[in-house]
């Protein structure tokens, strides 16, 4: 079974520009989280996504926003970019909602100049 | 902020030696699991715990949950080359409701050969 997929890989943008991320669940999973991972804060949850719904959202300003489709794959957008959203961005997929058992993908590298 | 204090931060140790990583925190978890990160990839879950006291193993990784649920921790034994990444705990804080996970900081595991 295929695993998570993040497209892009890396991506390179600069301030004040919008981005948007792309992630393909594993096979039959229903609930999506993303994460973003620096290596001053470590790994912050961001939101999660079950059914085409927002569950949970973590502390980031409302630059951040995501959404599920109706095949469970999700994308999250990052609007007026700044330097310190460079990080990785990881999404996580699990079979259920409030199920604790994630499986990440390889994330998207996004680096802000 | 972090919730999670994961130590050490890193070790190096020889092919061969045991090893052992551990998190606490003040809060109670309601599960802990394990996950290992290689460079350039997304975390990938090794063991997960879910009632206080369970002592799980996969392989040469075994894995706790404490019986307080403030704490856990995870050994290797008999370490090889390939074990090298950084390992994180990460757990659902019994006040957070959806698959929102906390993170540990990381600990860096080196092994020469």
């Known amino acids: 079974k295929a695993g998570v997929t993040q497209t892009p890989r890396y991506l390179i943008k600069t301030r004040g520009q919008q981005v948007t991320l792309s992630c393909s669940p594993i096979?039959?999973?229903?609930?999506v989280s993303w994460y973003q991972q620096t290596p001053g804060q470590g790994l912050q949850f961001l939101f999660e996504?079950?059914?085409?719904?927002?569950?949970n959202k973590g502390n980031f300003p409302g630059r951040f926003s995501g959404r599920q489709f109706s095949n469970s794959r999700s994308e999250m957008n990052v609007s007026t970019l700044e330097l310190g959203d460079s990080a990785l961005y990881l999404c996580?997929?699990?079979?259920?909602?409030?199920?604790?058992?994630?499986?990440f993908g390889p994330g998207t590298r996004l680096t802000v100049t | 902020g972090q919730q999670l204090n994961q130590s050490p931060q890193s070790m190096f140790i020889q092919e061969g030696e045991d090893v052992s990583m551990n998190c606490t925190s003040s809060s109670i978890f309601n599960t802990w699991l394990w996950y290992k990160q290689d460079p350039g990839e997304g975390p990938v879950l090794l063991i997960a715990?879910?009632?206080?006291?369970e002592l799980t193993s996969n392989g040469r990784l075994t894995a706790q949950f404490g019986i307080t649920r403030k704490d856990s921790f995870l050994n290797i034994s008999a370490s090889i080359p390939s074990d090298v990444g950084i390992y994180f705990c990460a757990g659902q804080l019994e006040e957070t409701s959806g698959s929102r996970l906390t993170f540990g900081e990381g600990t860096q595991l080196t092994v020469n050969p």
């Open positions: 715990l879910y009632k206080a006291g």
């Open positions: 996580a997929s699990s079979l259920i909602e409030n199920t604790y058992e994630q499986y």
């Open positions: 096979s039959g999973h229903r609930s």
């Open positions: 996504y079950f059914s085409e719904t927002q569950r």
